[in-house]
Structures are given as structure tokens and as C-alpha cells.
């Protein structure tokens, strides 16, 4: 199998000039960046047709989940991986969710106290044990992604067990004085609404959030504004403020990961 790779840094017209010269039978990427090619593939500007999708290293969120079926009418794998257990999870295609690597690693969700959820119940952070790697291995290793178990038996005949595709982290989470914890649902549920949002960033700031967002099409941000700042009143924030402007580009890290929320340092809250 020949790979060939386009970093996410690379102008958008670049990247979509080596897909359609290659015409790749199977696309992995971001899922911030697959959202941006389905844009280009409904625009007839990329001319590709995948067999297989794979979204890896960030949240695979519903609505983009949704839009990558729509595109390409093929089936949309999600992998969960972290540095320090690898490959921990990955769809089989077969239905929603994620099978666990349990031949390899033993995944514990518990609650922000360390205590264990029962399926169905989303986690604050899942404590992690490598079993393959005795010259270091890893017991109990805590990281804050929040993990839902699921009951239900895979028709693919996978006796590993499923959860749900991961959707955020603790670490992702905004913290309000006299408030307490803001889930990133409360601006991601509204934003996932505009289809002419191909992506976006929010900051928490100290009386609300301040939004950019990369658009192409139409975007109500007048009544983005104001839905969001009703959700954060109808929380308990007082008066709050929330401001969403279009911008060019939006900051990533050096691996080309999105954040797509950042809170504020401790100090700053």
C-alpha cells in the first residue's frame, strides 16, 4: 500500500490538488480537516471518491460524523489513540462506537473522584494499564478524556468492549466563578447547527467566550451571539458576554491538532 501524506499546514487549494492527483482509496485525517475537504468535495473542487474515511487524534463530533457519511457514502472509522497507550479504540464500521483495545490495555472511566461509571454514564477521566510493556509499564495512568460506555453486542462479532466516540476532555471544560463547570456541549450543540461553519475555536474569557470561526457560506452570528450568551444565563452566569467573528485561519498546534476550546488559566478565572 502506497501512503502519501499532505500536512494539515499546507494551503487548503495544496492539499486538495494532491488528493485529487492521487485519488486515495482510503482518507485519514483530522476531523476538523475532513470537515474543510467536504466543503471542497460539495464545491466539485475535489474530485476524489474514498472507499474508506478515518478520523484520528481529535473528537470526531456527530455533526461532522454526519457530513463525511453524506459526502462520500462510506463508512466513517474514528480511532481513539493517546501517546502513552497508542491505539486504545477503533470503529469497526459495523454501527456507532468504538471497540477498546482490551487485549492490550485495560481502560477504567471513572468519575472526576476516580470512582467507576456504570455504562451509559459519561466518565471525567479513565485510568490506564498498558499490558504489554513490562520494562515501563503504565498502572493506573490517568488522562482526562470523558469515555461512555456502551452495553450493546456489535454485530461484527467483537467480544471487545464499545464506547462511544470520544467527544471532548476534562481539559476541554470551562470553569465560571460562582458558577462551577461549563461543558464544551453548551457551545458545540448551537455552533454544530450552522452549516456554513467549517470550523471553529472558542476562548473562554473571564464573563463568557469569544468565538472564531472559519465560514463558508451563510452564518447567523448575530443569533449565535445571543443563543449561546441564553444558555451561559440560563446556567447562572450573570450578564454574560459572547462574541463570534469570522476569521482566516485559526491557531493549531505544531502537530496540526485543533483546539477547539480553550479555558482560561487558573489564574485568570
Known sequence: MVTH??????????IVAGLNGVRPD?????PSVLHQLTFEAQAGTLEISPKSVNS?????LPE???VLEETWAVPVHNWWSCSEGGPMAISCGLRRGMHLSDDL?????????????????????????????????LIRYEITDEVTLLEDHCPCGSAHRLVEDIQGRLD?????????????HVFRSRLGREHGIVEYQVRQTARGAAIAIRCRGEVDFASLQADI???????????????????????RHSSGK???????AVGQR
Open 26 to 30: 482510503v482518507l485519514n485525517g483530522y
Open 56 to 60: 484520528v487524534a481529535e473528537p470526531l
Open 258 to 264: 485543533l483546539k477547539r476550546f480553550v479555558p482560561l
Open 172 to 184: 476541554d471544560t470551562f470553569f465560571y466563578p460562582g458558577l462551577g463547570a461549563v461543558h464544551q
Open 105 to 137: 490495555l485495560i481502560v477504567e472511566p471513572v468519575d472526576a473522584r476516580g470512582s467507576a461509571v456504570p455504562p451509559g454514564v459519561p466518565s471525567a477521566k479513565v485510568y490506564l494499564t498498558n499490558l504489554y510493556n513490562p520494562a515501563l509499564p
Open 229 to 251: 450568551a441564553f444558555y451561559l444565563a440560563r446556567l447562572g452566569l450573570e450578564n454574560p458576554e459572547v462574541s463570534a467573528e469570522p476569521v482566516e485561519s485559526l491557531d
Open 5 to 14: 501524506r499532505f500536512p494539515v499546514t499546507l494551503p487548503l487549494e495544496r
Open 64 to 66: 461532522i460524523r454526519s
